[in-house]
T-cell receptor, first 112, second 114 residues
Framework: DTAVSQTPKYLVTQMGNDKSIKCEQNLGHDTMYWYKQDSKKFLKIMFS???????INETVPNRFSPKSPDKAHLNLHINSLELGDSAVYFCASMVTGVGEQYFGPGTRLTVT | QKEVEQNSGPLSVPEGAIASLNCTYSDRVSQSFFWYRQYSGKSPELIMSIYSNGDKEDGRFTAQLNKASQYVSLLIRDSQPSDSATYLCAVNTLGGTSYGKLTFGQGTILTVHP
């Protein structure tokens, strides 16, 4: 199926640990995003990559490091996890210039 | 002022009625506007996009845009219980650039009761 996929779907970990979330899209899009949705359901952009190049970097702690090995993949590595990092992280992709973004299923991160 | 603001919910309508969802935005140079539907525990799903002033219809959904008033709305005709979800207004706040930086509103929870 053509889609935006993320792994893992759920991630439960302790404070101070390091974890990664992976995203892949087979829609042929060239721009990918990471969003964070907090407990109040507010959805906020974190990063954007276009053809492996970082385009948008919002005010995100540098414990968060995105990496895009190619235009179909975007990963998010988080160091020294904190309680406040608990949220749902969504990956999205878009064809540059079109504007319509398509979201992956999300990764629910719980930091205890 | 919030960059993108939606009418506070929750909104409850009877089945078969018209549901009206509203959104205002602060960045005058925004060019593209989107409505997403998000069911509980699921990801946002794009249901409408609108780029020019006026109405755009797709099935039971109509998006309306008024750039002079910085206002975008979504009408859902013949509302069904399956329309019950959170509706997110999103605005491309990078103006006319090619890279979509979507800024989302806080969402409006819609409940359609039989």
């Amino acid at each position: 199926d053509t889609a935006v996929s993320q792994t893992p779907k759920y991630l439960v970990t302790q404070m101070g640990n390091d974890k990664s979330i992976k995203c892949e899209q087979n829609l042929g899009h060239d721009t990918m995003y990471w969003y964070k949705q907090d407990s109040k359901k507010f959805l906020k952009i974190m990063f954007s990559y276009n053809n492996k190049e970082l385009i948008i970097n919002e005010t995100v702690p540098n414990r968060f490091s995105p990496k895009s090995p190619d235009k179909a993949h975007l990963n998010l590595h988080i160091n020294s996890l904190e309680l406040g990092d608990s949220a749902v992280y969504f990956c999205a992709s878009m064809v540059t210039g079109v504007g319509e973004q398509y979201f992956g299923p999300g990764t629910r991160l719980t930091v205890t | 002022q919030k960059e993108v603001e939606q009418n506070s919910g929750p909104l409850s309508v009877p089945e078969g009625a018209i549901a009206s969802l509203n959104c205002t935005y602060s960045d005058r140079v925004s060019q593209s506007f989107f409505w997403y539907r998000q069911y509980s525990g699921k990801s946002p799903e794009l249901i409408m996009s609108i780029y020019s002033n006026g109405d755009k219809e797709d099935g039971r959904f109509t998006a309306q845009l008024n750039k002079a008033s910085q206002y975008v709305s979504l009408l859902i005709r013949d509302s069904q219980p399956s329309d019950s979800a959170t509706y997110l207004c999103a605005v491309n706040t990078l103006g006319g650039t090619s890279y979509g930086k979507l800024t989302f509103g806080q969402g409006t929870i819609l409940t359609v009761h039989p």
